[in-house]
């Protein structure tokens, strides 16, 4: 008899990262998210960087939630803004997963720059992985490209619509899931996770 495999719980609310997440594990876990957990709390993210979110995300969830916790926090960092909008990505615009609003804001910043400016950015993403209020392990990655001066295509989320990666002609947004996952920021942390978590299963 085949073992159903174990649950991986996802510190977040967002059903498209819960989704992309689940897509890249490709049934090595069951995939949740606090959706399904309605007691764990919201956590503020106070954190400096995004690894600081991510494990203020991660131990608080696995301290009610039973089993492995995994939280990421990711944004966009663009250089002729100073690497803004960095940690406060998802609140760029005010509201928290505002991707209308933040994308508007962004390419307002943009418009202000002089025409020379570099519009080259990447995305960064953070990893930690928690049980019972303890830090298993902690992962990043990161992915290089550069702006769009308009939106292109329909898929992803955030900020997909305008970052073309280094080596593409298409943005996040028009590149199919798997290959957007195969080189995305979330993508080579997740595979640093999975590969952590292997080798907990082997031990």
């Not at 916790?69 to 609140?91: H, I, K, Q």
């Not at 970052?163 to 899931?177: H, I, R, S, V």
Request: charged letters at 25%; one cysteine or more.
């Amino acid at each position: 008899m085949t073992p159903h495999p174990p649950l991986l719980v996802v510190a977040t609310r967002n059903a498209h990262k819960t989704f992309e997440i689940a897509r890249m594990l490709d049934g090595l876990y069951v995939v949740k998210d606090l959706s399904a957990f309605p007691d764990a709390p919201d956590v503020e993210e106070t954190g400096a960087t995004f690894a600081e979110n991510a494990a203020l995300k991660a131990i608080s969830a696995s301290q009610v939630i039973p089993g492995i916790v995994l939280a990421d926090d990711s944004g966009l960092c663009v250089d002729a803004l100073g690497g803004e909008p960095g940690v406060r990505s998802a609140r760029y615009a005010g509201g928290s997963g505002d991707s209308a609003g933040n994308n508007a804001k962004l390419l307002a910043a943009l418009a202000r720059l002089p025409l020379q400016a570099s519009r080259t950015a990447r995305f960064r993403c953070s990893m930690v992985l928690a049980e019972e209020g303890r830090v298993l392990g902690a992962f990043d990655g990161e992915v290089e490209g550069t702006l769009l001066a308009e939106p292109r295509g329909r898929d992803g989320f955030g900020y997909d619509p305008l970052f073309m990666p280094k080596g593409y002609e298409q943005t996040f947004a028009e590149l199919p899931g798997d290959v957007k996952n195969g080189i995305s920021h979330r993508g080579r942390a997740l595979a640093k996770a999975v590969e952590f978590l292997k080798s907990l299963s082997r031990s």
